[in-house]
């Protein structure tokens, strides 16, 4: 990113989103780890993730940026037992630690 194309997203001046992990339509804040990894975030900013991804410093931001006139933002609706053993299956997780970074999206009692 550019710094012309920088100041465009700071003053919103672009078509798209920005939903983050831990927000509405992605709310697995584990997804942050994926996204440290995949731009080694640490090497080249010096933030650092928590073992609950809380970012550092607590100044830091991140998320993920769909340039697209079509795209919008939603909410994630409850999800039921064989769509978390699905997500849990995908992200080679236990369903109790899917559970956990869905549980105020879950559609079902943990039983």
């Not at 798209?16 to 995949?38: F, N, V």
């Amino acid at each position: 990113i550019n710094e012309k194309q920088a100041m465009y997203l700071i003053k919103g001046k672009y078509r798209g989103i920005r939903p983050a992990a831990g927000y509405p339509s992605c709310p697995d804040h584990s997804e942050k780890a994926t996204l440290w990894q995949l731009l080694e975030a640490e090497v080249h900013t010096g933030a650092t993730l928590t073992t609950s991804f809380a970012m550092n410093p607590p100044s830091t931001v991140s998320g993920f940026y769909f340039n697209h006139h079509d795209a919008s933002y939603f909410n994630l609706g409850p999800i039921e037992r064989d769509q978390v053993a699905d997500y849990a299956s995908r992200k080679s997780i236990s369903i109790a630690e899917a559970e956990k970074w869905l549980r105020p999206h879950l559609g079902y009692n943990e039983d």
